[in-house]
């Protein structure tokens, strides 16, 4: 638009400009529609890839392992496991009979079985399960001089230098000797450290009885120590009648305190993508987004090397390098899934004696997925680039504009006060109260409080005084005044952008006025819109109609011409600050105009209603 301007000023005939400006607007009416064909394909692709069947695989199975209680006690299960005794009994009831179905309900035989085992009769166990354990060396922290008479053992948390590579108990078998990760598994996050692979290994049986009295063994032995730090119960499964493969782990880790604390992971992911009709047009999918991603990267190209430094100066051209990014990076996850999929699913499927470790397929096919929404969300962002032909969102892109040097401002000083009482939370309350637990919980546990959803018992409890002195401040001063005045912002800049465009202060809506012309075309092709001629003979008429009843009320000629006389006054003010011809740089407006507007405005009234 800007070198619009300079070509006119230049000598540029207005005819000339006035095409140019046309291709313009052709040319952004053909990216939107371009633009929305990418949306609308990789919208298909990222829906193709979910299946609704995944949520019930992975319902069915947290219930089976997390939910079901050991027989003649209710309220033991996974979930509540908080001793070592309790983990036994997890282990030798609800797991042993989780895992293994060779019967019907009535106990009747199911079918050929083939020496594996049917998980709620239609998911087949891939392998044998795996359980390994991760421990702490002795003397791995300091005991205070003062006890070193009482206490001659000390194990401290975990960390890869504590591990305790040696082994231990009964050395004959390969579970109380330590082994090496022969396995490409990434590192397993928990809530109380990061464990790596290895550790004391072993694998259970196809049979239910050989696996319950490897449990009574280990339980007899004593295979958990106080050096125990985590157990992970790893396995797989799959479902033909939907295509999906479930990876399950369930992790029981032992802090230093004592006690255990549960986690688990459920994985459904499709590994064999290209099985059905549609699982090839989701790959014709994927490579009409390739196309589209070159396309838009030669595109790209040719506009940096145009504009070259100018071009980094609109956050729009910043949008479009980070969806390209993403862009890039979901192709480059989705082949290094395939390949590796192509290189051990067959070895994993054929070791039905082993443990198969399908956790690395998973865990890299749930980062492409968490990739893919990423993307989607930043190309629906851009959206916003060419909505903005709108009024209303023009408005808003427009208000939000010229308010963000305001909002950061507002944002630096409510950060430093959101942040001051998330550590006075954190001191005061996080040894009593689980959401104040670590600085990280008591930022979150602000923002509930803002939402309204919040433990007052329960920071009262921990402090008498201190707590309801903490949640009165916070919310007075977060909730009624911090917030109110981001709203205050955020209000007073709308009214002095809905004032700059009652003066005529605007943007170019040519696209929108383009799009609502072609809409009337169409409506005219088809008879469902009466000619543009008879609505023009009827909006004159109605006009001279309204002047006349605006006599007969009582207005005199002098009124009238008045009237005429604002009427001009206004294009010409339109004409100065915002023209069709001539696009000057947007320049907001001034208190003093805007009120000479609002004065003004009165004594339009009659101008405004002829002009409608």
């Not at 205070?144 to 082994?167: R, V, W």
Request: with cysteine; aromatic share 18%.
């Amino acid at each position: 638009m800007g070198e619009a301007s300079r070509w006119h000023r230049g000598g540029t005939s207005k005819h000339k400009l006035h095409y140019r400006k046309e291709v313009e607007i052709r040319t952004t009416l053909q990216e939107l529609l371009l633009y929305f064909i990418f949306l609308i394909n990789l919208c298909i692709l990222t829906f193709g890839m979910l299946n609704p069947h995944m949520y019930y695989l992975n319902k069915v199975m947290s219930s089976l392992f997390l939910d079901t209680s050991v027989p003649g006690e209710e309220r033991t299960n996974f979930k509540s496991i908080r001793s070592i005794t309790d983990f036994w009994k997890f282990m030798e009831g609800p797991l042993l009979e989780g895992l293994y179905w060779d019967s019907w309900y009535n106990n009747q035989q199911l079918y050929d079985l083939k020496n594996s085992s049917r998980i709620y009769y239609e998911n087949i166990l891939l392998g044998v399960p795996r359980v390994r354990q991760l421990k702490v060396r002795n003397n791995t922290c300091k005991v205070y001089s003062s006890f070193q008479s009482l206490i001659s053992e000390c194990y401290g948390k975990y960390t890869s230098a504590n591990e305790d590579l040696s082994n231990f108990g009964l050395t004959s078998n390969s579970e109380w000797r330590y082994s090496t990760s022969n396995t490409n598994s990434p590192w397993h996050w928990g809530f109380l450290g990061v464990y790596r692979n290895g550790g004391y290994i072993f694998t259970l049986s196809k049979s239910k009885s050989e696996t319950k009295n490897k449990f009574i063994d280990l339980r007899l032995n004593n295979w958990i120590t106080r050096g125990t730090r985590v157990i992970f119960i790893d396995f797989s499964l799959y479902n033909a009648n939907v295509n999906l493969f479930c990876i399950i782990r369930l992790v029981a880790e032992f802090p230093a305190t004592g006690g255990i604390v549960t986690s688990w992971q459920f994985y459904s992911v499709k590994l064999l993508k290209y099985v059905s009709y549609y699982d090839y047009f989701i790959a014709s999918c994927e490579i009409t987004f390739c196309i589209f991603l070159f396309v838009f990267t030669t595109q790209e190209v040719k506009k940096i090397k145009e504009y070259k430094s100018d071009y980094f100066k609109s956050i729009w051209n910043w949008l479009e390098l980070l969806l390209l990014l993403l862009c890039f990076v979901a192709v480059s996850f989705n082949i290094y899934c395939n390949i590796q999929i192509f290189l051990l699913l067959g070895q994993l499927l054929k070791s039905t004696e082993k443990y198969s470790d399908f956790y690395f397929l998973a865990y890299w096919h749930i980062y492409y997925n968490n990739i893919i929404a990423i993307t989607i969300f930043f190309a629906w962002i851009k959206i916003f680039k060419f909505i903005s032909f709108n009024k209303t969102m023009s408005q808003l892109s427009s208000t939000l504009s010229r308010c963000i040097k305001d909002i950061v401002g507002f944002a630096i000083m409510f950060f430093i006060i959101f942040f001051a009482y998330a550590q006075l939370g954190f001191l005061v309350f996080g040894s009593q109260v689980d959401d104040f637990a670590t600085f990280q919980n008591s930022i979150f546990a602000q923002f509930r409080i803002v939402l309204g959803d919040f433990n007052f018992a329960g920071i009262q409890q921990a402090s008498h005084i201190l707590g309801p002195v903490y949640f009165i401040t916070f919310i007075f001063f977060v909730f009624f005044v911090l917030l109110n005045m981001f709203l205050a912002i955020i209000n007073d800049t709308y009214s002095e952008v809905k004032a700059d465009y009652s003066i005529g202060r605007r943007p170019n809506f040519e696209l929108g006025k383009m799009i609502k012309q072609s809409y009337k075309n169409v409506l005219k092709k088809f008879r469902l819109k009466k000619a543009e001629k008879d609505e023009d003979k009827k909006t004159t008429k109605d006009s001279g109609d309204f002047a006349e009843q605006a006599r007969r009320e009582g207005f005199d000629e002098n009124e009238i011409q008045k009237a005429e006389q604002m009427k001009k006054w206004k294009e010409r003010l339109e004409k100065k600050y915002y023209s069709v011809e001539i696009q000057d740089d947007y320049q907001p407006v001034t208190q003093q105009e805007f009120r000479d507007g609002t004065t003004i405005k009165y004594k339009m009234r009659f101008s405004e209603c002829l002009t409608k």
